[in-house]
């Protein structure tokens, strides 16, 4: 099953786009929990959460605990603003020293981050894209990187579908995104009552890791782990597939769980 969140691919017109907020994601979201334990009848189920979906997951896990039996982020997001931040002075010192002229037009043009209103997303793709391609182009990250293009045409999406995704990224990115500048999880969710797992890519770039490391610091839960994936950027479950599944397994795996509950 595949969540096209509210406002983008074939969820873009199920409700109106202006009033799409953070609130509207965790409702969503909520809901498709608690179809997912009706479905396989299930009282808690296992929650994975990629980029700023890891800050969503957090939001659930901490409203709902009594839902998810584990939380896992990756590539991980903690505080919105200093990675958008962080990014940009990244991104702009690697422009200058690869002599990226053009680029660094654009970022020095674009000033630093936060933006708002028309433009966001092209202003921080200016960047994110500059960094993912760095990550893309690094040896010591295996199978690197997504092919969007390639996933847009898959069976699931027709032609509408095709343009509501591009659509969708654009006005939710301008809508919903500088909402989340005021996040910061280390100050706003110290303390979980499920047990959490930070899945975190070494060359991370997207999401500064030193972030994850500060928040597992003061992060009170049941059980804390932070995973790091030496051959991995912003996407370990796809960067280390294999390993991915088999650290889940090793963590949540039926042995675990049939000991949890005192099988």
Same mark, same amino acid.
């Given at each position: ?16 786009? !202006? ?93 630093? !981050? ?150």
């Amino acid at each position: 099953m595949g969540w096209d969140q509210p406002g983008s691919g074939k969820s873009y017109n199920a409700g109106t786009i !202006p009033a799409i907020t953070v609130e509207t994601y965790l409702e969503d979201g909520y809901a498709l929990t608690r179809y997912l334990q009706e479905r396989f009848g299930q009282e808690k189920i296992f929650l994975v959460g990629e980029s700023w979906g890891s800050a969503l997951g957090i939001f659930l896990v901490h409203r709902y605990p009594e839902a998810y039996r584990a939380f896992i982020g990756t590539g991980p997001m903690v505080d919105f603003l200093e990675t958008e931040k962080t990014d940009y002075t990244v991104a702009l010192e690697m422009a200058k020293n690869r002599g990226e002229e053009a680029l660094v037009r654009t970022l020095e043009g674009n000033g630093p !981050p936060p933006y708002y209103g028309k433009g966001v997303t092209w202003k921080i793709a200016a960047y994110l894209n500059f960094l993912s391609n760095v990550m893309a182009a690094n040896p010591a990250i295996h199978n690197p990187g997504y092919n969007t293009f390639r996933d847009l045409f898959s069976p699931e999406y027709g032609v509408l579908d095709q343009i509501n995704f591009f659509s969708g990224l654009v006005r939710t990115f301008e809508i919903v995104y500088p909402q989340l500048y005021q996040v910061d999880l280390r100050r706003d969710y110290p303390r979980l009552k499920v047990p959490v797992a930070f899945f975190a890519g070494r060359h991370d770039l997207n999401a500064p890791p030193f972030l994850v490391e500060e928040y597992l610091e003061v992060l009170d839960a049941p059980v804390k782990e932070l995973v790091w994936f030496e051959h991995s950027g912003h996407s370990p479950w796809i960067n280390e597939r294999e390993r991915f599944v088999q650290e889940l397994l090793d963590r949540f795996g039926p042995r675990e769980t049939e000991e949890e509950s005192g099988r």
